[in-house]
């Protein structure tokens, strides 16, 4: 094999590459939690001091917890973030204990309120197609509800929260904020300035990325990845049916 001619200049080509985060940059890895125990019409959820449904993680939720929590250990989080409910503090538990890492409460990251319909009403509504739940969906409004938070409060609250996790990080640092479905939905509302539930529908324990950049600039790089759930979906598909 003959050697490269040195009097040929060598070509300098622009290669694409993997996302490395900027030094003025903060990554949020948002981490729904495992799902929660089943609402029944005769027991309803107990509601925490700010009025919210509180109820634990179901058996299905925990194993989900302890998957999620073996693929971000892999991933070293600089920080871990929990609301004030306790299924993000028991979805991130198996994380914490693997990293050594205590988690922060920050109470505004907690789920959209809402009003009449908490203590798993919601959920029965839902089953049932009430005709207001439709409504909800379709108007793309939570206050359709009675006595529901609002899009516009709860898309305050929500960003407050979520820039108080920043400003504790610091830049150039990956953290992780174990958190719910509605409040995934609108912070990727606010990064893609999407319609308001176009993100509705995150997994239990799904994996969403959230880069904030030195200049404030908010982007999506990721959402609703479960793979660290195929062991659960592996042992459903050989189950038999009953």
Not at 98 to 113: A, M, N, S
Request: proline share 7%; with cysteine.
């Amino acid at each position: 094999m003959s050697s490269p001619d040195p009097q040929i200049p060598r070509r300098k080509g622009h290669a694409q590459r993997l996302f490395e985060l900027p030094e003025d940059a903060t990554e949020v890895l948002l981490v729904r939690h495992g799902a929660s125990a089943a609402a029944y019409e005769d027991e309803p959820f107990a509601l925490n001091h700010e009025g919210h449904g509180d109820p634990p993680l179901s058996e299905e939720g925990r194993e989900q917890a302890e998957l999620a929590g073996i693929r971000l250990a892999e991933q070293s989080p600089a920080r871990l973030y929990v609301t004030s409910l306790q299924r993000t503090h028991q979805t991130a538990a198996p994380l914490a204990a693997r990293t050594g890492l205590r988690p922060f409460e920050i109470p505004d990251l907690r789920e959209i309120h809402l009003g009449e319909w908490e203590a798993g009403e919601y959920r029965a509504r839902i089953a049932a197609a009430d005709p207001v739940a439709i409504r909800v969906f379709t108007e793309q409004r939570w206050d359709i509800i009675p006595g529901a938070e609002s899009n516009e409060a709860f898309a305050e609250r929500v960003r407050r929260g979520f820039d108080r996790v920043v400003a504790d990080a610091g830049a150039g640092v990956s953290v992780a904020a174990f958190v719910h479905g509605g409040v995934i939905a609108e912070l990727c509302r606010q990064a893609t300035k999407s319609e308001p539930f176009a993100f509705l529908g995150a997994d239990n324990t799904s994996i969403s990325r959230l880069v904030v950049f030195g200049d404030g600039r908010l982007r999506l790089r990721t959402f609703n990845d479960t793979t660290h759930l195929d062991p659960i979906r592996a042992r459903e598909a050989h189950e038999p049916m009953i």
